[in-house]
Structures are given as C-alpha cells and as structure tokens.
C-alpha cells in the first residue's frame, strides 16, 4: 500500500501555496526499483485553474506495480486568503487493486509570520485490505531568499479488515536551496515511516520500517515552463530497499 509514506513523503499537493499562480498543467514520471519484485513505474498529470482565491484541481495517476495495474482519477478545490490556505482532494476508483478505491486528502496552513508557516493535514484511503488514517503537522520556514527547510512529523493507523489495528509515527526533514531569482533549486530530504501489512496466518501481520533519502533539483528553462528530476533510496529494515526516478515538467499558462 506504501500509504504510511504517502502522507509524510509523496505529497505534492502539500504545499503552502497551493492556490497561488496561473493556470497550469504538469506531468509526472517516477520508475520504481524494488530489490524484491519487478520494477514498477507511476505516471500523474495534473491541471489547476484559478478563479480569484478559488483553484479548480484535477488529476489522473496510473500505477504499475507486483505484476498488477491501476488507473484513478481525482478532483480537488483550494483555497487562498491573507495568510492562510486550504486543500480538499477526493479521488480513487472502485476496481482498484493497489491504489486506494477510495480517498479524500486534506490541509490546511497559516502564516505565523513572513517566510515561516505552519500546516496541517490530514488523509484516509480505502485499500482492498484496509482502511488506512493519516494526519501529520509540518513548519515551512524561508530561512534565506535562497534557503528553505521543511520539517514534518505525522501518524498513521492501518485498519485492516481481517486483522488488528495498527498505528506507527513518521517523519520528514528537507533543505531546499534555490537561486535568489527562484529559476534553479536543488534539495536534500531524509524521512521515515513504518508499515503494517498482512502476514503469515489469516489474522497476522507485520510490519516494516524505512529510512528514505532524497535528491532532488529543478530550473524553470523557459518563461512558463518548469522541470524537475530527483532521486530517492528506500532502506528497509526487512534486508530490502527500492529505488525510485523522477521525473517531472509543468507549465503555466
């Protein structure tokens, strides 16, 4: 499921500015190198349209992974004010085997003062196996025109439809350095989480734990035009890692 990351780890669309900006539309690819299965891949194109303080979201991810494949859709609404924003994404589709058949992903943030604001949001995905709830709180802070670091901690409990309750911590730290002109950045993250799955007999489970660490950079090229590539390592505790490329452009009309 990997959904105890998803909240703390691969969550583009938590972000304070989620409101801000032009129209635009994006394209993502991330491939996937698991030490234990066959490699798997996600691709994501998103589009946003602002209307004043109002943004319109939309967005389609297809996966591919352990020999299976999914496709799902999802709608989204953001908010802007003075000092504060919010999100709300719902999506999913009801015939998924390994993306969640339903979910709803929420945030909100506030200004504390200039360059430094606090978020908090919240998720719950309905996987074939389990219902799983996520919340996590995170600080935004602009410590330099040219530096920014990030640091969020978060909870998930896994409710498994055949098994006990499971609940586990995580956390993320991110530096993020850019050009004062904000055309170039490069960024360092390290984060982890653990996760529940079934095992063994109808009833049980277990349970690993990750550290991930990140690369990543981007430069806008043209006027509208934004890419982004980074790489992340997966380290398992179970004697297991994966490897994962990204690959991303957007452009804003």
Not at 27 to 39: H, L, P, Q, R, T
Not at 185 to 204: D, L, Q
Request: charged share 20%; proline share 4%; no cysteine.
């Amino acid at each position: 499921m990997r959904a105890s990351a998803a909240i703390l780890l691969a969550a583009s669309w938590l972000s304070p500015s989620y409101a801000a900006g032009a129209p635009s539309v994006s394209i993502g690819y991330a491939a996937e190198d698991y030490s234990f299965a066959n490699s798997g891949a996600l691709r994501t194109v998103e589009g946003r349209a602002p209307f004043g303080a109002w943004t319109a979201m939309a967005r389609a991810d297809s996966l591919r992974r352990f020999g299976q494949s999914d496709q799902e859709g999802a709608a989204g609404v953001a908010w802007k004010g003075e000092g504060q924003g919010a999100s709300l994404w719902l999506g999913g589709t009801p015939a998924a085997d390994i993306l969640p058949r339903a979910y709803a992903e929420a945030a909100y943030d506030r200004a504390l003062r200039r360059g430094l604001y606090l978020e908090a949001a919240a998720r719950v995905s309905d996987y074939v196996p389990a219902k799983v709830y996520g919340g996590s709180l995170a600080v935004f802070w602009q410590v330099l025109p040219t530096l920014e670091l990030t640091g969020r901690v978060g909870q998930t409990q896994t409710r498994f439809r055949a098994a006990g309750d499971k609940s586990y911590p995580g956390f993320l730290a991110k530096a993020k350095l850019g050009s004062s002109e904000g055309r170039a950045w490069t960024g360092v993250s390290y984060g982890s989480y653990k996760e529940a799955f079934e095992a063994g007999a109808p009833g049980g489970t277990g349970a690993f734990s990750a550290g991930v660490y990140g690369l990543e950079a981007g430069a806008r090229l043209l006027p509208g035009l934004t890419m982004r590539a980074g790489f992340e390592y997966e380290d398992r505790d179970n004697g297991t890692f994966v490897r994962r490329w990204t690959l991303g452009a957007g452009w804003d009309f």
